[in-house]
């Protein structure tokens, strides 16, 4: 009898616990608009992807909240010589699985990260080597002096060694040939969130790791849901009625009904992120062209005549709804590199849009197709339309094929097309970072690895090249202004505008806006 009643009494106990538990459990539900391209922390420079998997995977440095590089995995480092960094790795933290985190880690994820199928390269460029010299103790030996090393490590993430060994996925995943590897379903880091599950184009799943070794920075948020809705009346919806609440991807018309919302907070602010159409410039011809056997984005005056003819206030006012930069260089507000002096966006001019289409021999334009996601940036399709009724006024005749962003990203990456939307957020913010992946020409490693466009110019390589190792600041910010410039002027891409983000969120929602767009848990609180 004594026996049972100790039973019943046990079980009480633990019922108890588990209301407790249930009553203490917060969590947060967190909506944009496309869903991440993989779980491979080494395969895709995907924004949103990035975003989701930083809470998972860590790296040496990080950003506080006010973008200035803290330590992370790494504790303290010291410049050995100009060309040897050392890094003293923090001790005690564990891999989620419960496997400490060590050198090993770190070297081997360096070798991960440099393979070619993956488009990482660019956090790691500059670094030679990286060598081990005790558990908890590397030393990074580069090529020459690295500017701005611990910017770029902040995106090198560290996977578990033995973890990749022992489910044989020591490669990255090649996203482009469609490979599926077991790193792109499944995660292993040491960050604040352990993802428990990902269901493609509906949620992913997370709960806060109770042994993440940051605990002045743990949050109280104890479960956190990732939830793409490409709909916007959906996404809004699902945020007014209490399914949602967070969201990062707001329809420009619904911005005003939201802030008078009184259930629901509005923050905002520009976002380190400029809108762009890319031209084939290497092609011998292009594709999707009528014009066969010679290729009309190499000759610069097309290239101006299709910049003239985009009017970039017009798409500010009509499709934006007021909420973007109209964009004259590659790079956004808030970016080393970017000046007002120099972002100037061009004022539309059909006619001379169209003298120089004549001389450049096109008087009656051409045909070309225009590839554009639907589901990735704000009003993506609808500015692509917008552009494609512009460029028409000067004969250029574009087919809009807009798909998601999972299939354009494939779609670009294999050069299949010679016209195409990209959005570029400046991880690093410095300009380096935008001129050596979409400007410089296509190499190995970091060089041109986001080039999709085979453009190619030897001034901007070479001013490139000179600024990656450059530390005397003024110089350096000279060859970033001059590369910007001769970028603009050259007309090698379509700059269109940097985006404003503003995010909307239950009342009872705290968080910090991030102009990477990359929300973080850790400054998230839930009243």
Not at 140 to 160: G, K, Q
Request: net charge positive.
């Amino acid at each position: 009898m004594n026996r049972n009643k100790f039973k019943l009494a046990a079980l009480s106990l633990s019922l108890g616990l588990l209301a407790t538990a249930a009553v203490q459990a917060v969590p947060l539900r967190w909506a944009a608009q496309n869903d991440i391209l993989s779980m491979d922390p080494h395969s895709q420079n995907h924004s949103t992807t990035l975003a989701v998997l930083m809470h998972a995977y860590e790296g040496l440095t990080r950003y506080n909240n006010k973008y200035e590089v803290e330590p992370a995995l790494a504790t303290k480092w010291t410049f050995i010589s100009p060309t040897q960094v050392r890094f003293e790795l923090r001790r005690g933290v564990k891999f989620h699985d419960g496997t400490p985190f060590t050198a090993d880690d770190v070297v081997f994820s360096f070798g991960r990260i440099r393979q070619p199928q993956g488009t990482m390269q660019t956090y790691v460029t500059g670094i030679k080597e990286i060598k081990k010299i005790d558990e908890h103790t590397i030393d990074l030996i580069l090529e020459a002096p690295h500017p701005i090393l611990l910017r770029n490590l902040i995106d090198f993430r560290i996977m578990s060694r033995a973890w990749a060994e022992k489910n044989k996925t020591t490669n990255t995943q090649d996203y482009k040939a469609k490979e599926d590897n077991y790193a792109s379903r499944n995660v292993m880091g040491t960050g604040p969130y352990k993802i428990t599950g990902w269901q493609p184009d509906q949620k992913i799943a997370m709960l806060q790791n109770a042994d993440w070794w940051d605990k002045a920075r743990a949050s109280n948020i104890t479960e956190l849901s990732y939830l793409p809705i490409k709909s916007d009346p959906t996404r809004v919806a699902a945020l007014l009625s209490g399914d949602v609440d967070l969201l990062t991807d707001l329809p420009t018309q619904d911005v005003a009904k939201l802030k008078a919302d009184p259930k629901l907070k509005v923050v905002e602010g520009p976002e380190v992120r400029t809108i762009f159409l890319a031209l084939d410039q290497g092609s011998e011809e292009l594709k999707g062209s009528n014009i066969k056997g010679k290729n009309p984005f190499k000759d610069k005056r097309v290239r101006e005549a299709l910049n003239l003819a985009v009017d970039r206030e017009a798409i500010k006012r009509t499709i934006m709804r007021g909420l973007s930069i109209p964009a004259g260089i590659m790079v956004a507000p808030g970016v080393n590199g970017n000046t007002p002096d120099i972002d100037v966006a061009l004022k539309p001019d059909v006619d001379k849009a169209k003298r120089l289409m004549s001389e450049a021999g096109y008087p009656d334009g051409f045909e070309i197709q225009m590839n554009c996601p639907n589901n990735r940036y704000v009003n993506d399709e609808e500015v692509c339309q917008a552009v494609v009724a512009m460029w028409a006024r000067i004969g250029v005749k574009g087919r809009l094929v807009a798909t998601p962003m999972a299939q354009h990203s494939v779609t670009f990456q294999k050069f299949d097309t010679s016209l195409y939307m990209l959005g570029w957020g400046v991880a690093t913010y410095d300009a380096q970072y935008a001129l050596q992946s979409l400007v410089r020409t296509k190499t190995t490693g970091a060089d041109g690895n986001f080039n999709f466009s085979k453009v190619s110019d030897a001034k901007i390589d070479q001013l490139v090249d000179a600024m990656k190792t450059e530390t005397d600041i003024p110089k350096r910010n000279a060859m970033i202004r001059e590369a910007l410039l001769r970028t603009r002027d050259e007309h090698l891409f379509v700059p269109l505008h940097h985006q404003m983000r503003p995010w909307a969120m239950r009342a009872n929602v705290t968080t910090e806006h991030r102009s990477d767009d990359r929300p973080e848990a850790r400054f998230t609180h839930i009243k």
